[in-house]
């Protein structure tokens, strides 16, 4: 199509691309940057004209400056399992609500809003751990602002501890760490901020830059110090919205009830959710029903950080989906279907990840900074002498960054972090899991295994110069 447009052979543009360390086949599409390249070699000037889907990105409207106004921080809980993630949010979720308001929260939406006593407000994702965190920012969803990482004080730093840790880190999110069960003997928590400052982790009682609360969420203990201590976090952060533009959110949850149809949980992020309201989320379209929080309670409007559950959509969006209040019902419907049917031609995902064979490609288009890479082995030597080794193939153009490193089989939550940060996975002497290996697969994302690590470092070497050869 291309050759055709510019009217030369099309050989000439294949060679072309060649040239550029790519090796296409007749009928392949090309990228917007790689179209830009190839035609102007020929002369020619690329003008894009979007397709209509992509508009619908700027169907969120842009917040007006004399409009902002503070919003509150949205929270995600992290940490080892059975280090008390799930009961510190039972204790807030009780605690904070029967005060002020009328009837505690009764009903697991996926998200809750509490209000201090002096009227402060944090919302919480009702889902703990990194894996949903990591999903939702996989789909292109950036909900969480702060995240808390528990650490049971009886208990020491643990592989999910790590994991979390990483998660937070390559979201760029800021954490709070809770130092948990501290009511439970044998609770030392000096022996857990030695551990992470030997992980480069620095709290500030020690003159770094993590906050930390000892908490028990069996005696509610300190909690309200460590709320404090978020809002703090959030303080810094400046977070602010416009309550007065078309609503717009991301999907937490969405499932089918038997008596209600189906039943979305949407965290509003910017604008005003009203009832009535035309809305598009996913490939699914509809008109809000009701809106009800999670005391139960029906409700005309939800602003910004406020999570609500939607009755109207005309099918179940995935979470991470952005959510947006459109202009008119049928134009809300003409998008979804046109997402559904690009869907259906084109399965399910369409973002391309970064592999070691694209390196070249993206080298020689010149927009490649940075490698992201996981390193998952068998041992701790090993893994840190391969890591170490990575690191120092950091070049002037390109920055090699460890995101994550740790002993085990290659997990999907390992690929759902490659996923959600770009990054490509090795494995030395383990395999990823089969779960792993499918959703790899589904996200095309680059897991390369070997079993000597001369190897690994010589083929990340030579893809960085941009001379790996490809593979058929
Ligand atoms: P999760 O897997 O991280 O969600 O952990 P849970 O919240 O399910 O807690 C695991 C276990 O630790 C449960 O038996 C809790 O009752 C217990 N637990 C959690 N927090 C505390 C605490 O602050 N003090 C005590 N004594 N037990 C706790």
């Known amino acids: 199509e291309l050759a055709n447009l510019m009217d030369v052979p099309v050989t000439q543009v294949i060679s072309t691309c060649m040239s550029l360390g790519m090796f296409v086949s007749i009928n392949q599409r090309l990228d917007a940057e790689t179209l830009t390249i190839v035609a102007d070699e020929f ?74 006593d002096d009227g402060r407000k944090i919302t919480f994702l009702d889902t703990p751990g990194h894996e949903a965190f990591t999903a939702m920012r996989a789909r292109g969803a950036k909900v969480t602002d702060i995240v808390i990482i528990v650490i049971a004080a009886d208990d020491a730093v643990m592989p999910q501890t790590i994991e979390a840790i990483n998660h937070a880190q390559a979201a760029g999110s800021p954490i709070v760490f809770a130092f948990t069960k501290i009511d439970k003997p044998g609770a030392n928590s000096d022996r857990i901020r030695e551990q992470l400052a030997n992980m480069n982790i620095l709290v500030e009682e020690w003159g770094g830059k993590y906050q930390t609360q000892e908490i028990s969420a069996k005696t509610g203990e300190n909690v309200e110090l460590l709320l404090e201590k978020v809002l703090l976090e959030a303080e810094l952060l400046d977070l602010k919205a416009d309550p007065k533009k078309r609503g717009v959110g991301s999907v937490i949850e969405s499932a089918l009830d038997k008596g209600r149809g189906i039943v979305t949980t949407v965290l509003v992020q910017g604008g005003t959710l009203r009832v009535g309201d035309p809305i ?15 005391r139960g309670e029906r409700v005309k409007e939800a602003g910004p950080s406020v999570p609500v559950q939607i009755l109207g959509m005309s099918g179940a969006p995935t ?55 996981i390193v998952k082995g068998d041992v701790d030597g090993s893994i840190e002498a ?52 499918k959703l790899a697969e589904q996200e095309q994302i680059d897991v390369r295994l070997y079993s000597i690590i001369y190897d690994a470092i010589e083929e990340i070497k030579s893809a960085m110069e941009g001379m790996l050869a490809p593979k058929y």
């Open 280 to 294: 598009l989320a996913g490939p699914y379209s509809g008109k809000v029903k009701a809106l009800i929080n999670e």
């Open 386 to 437: 391969l890591s170490d080794a990575l690191l120092k193939l950091s070049t002037d153009e390109i920055q090699v960054n460890i995101i994550h490193k740790s002993v085990g089989a290659i997990s999907e939550s390992d690929v759902l972090l490659a996923s959600a940060s770009d990054a490509i996975i090795i494995g030395f002497q383990v395999r990823p899991t089969q779960g792993a290996r």
């Open 319 to 373: 979470a991470g989906d952005k959510l947006y209040v459109m202009e008119s019902e049928s134009e809300a419907r003409q998008v979804a279907n046109k997402r559904l049917q690009l869907q259906r031609e084109q399965g399910m995902r369409a973002t391309k990840h970064i592999t070691l064979d694209e390196i070249g490609r993206r080298l020689a288009i010149g927009n490649f900074k940075e490698l992201n890479i």
């Open 43 to 116: 002369g020619y000037q690329v003008e894009f004209i979007k397709p209509e889907d992509e508009q619908v990105a700027e169907l969120e409207e842009p917040d007006k400056e004399e409009n902002l106004v503070p919003r509150a921080p949205i929270v995600t809980v992290m940490g080892h399992v059975d280090h008390g993630k799930t009961s510190l949010l039972d204790y807030i979720r009780k605690a904070n609500v029967t005060k002020g308001e009328a009837g505690g929260i009764t009903q697991h939406i996926g998200a809750y809003l509490v209000t201090l």
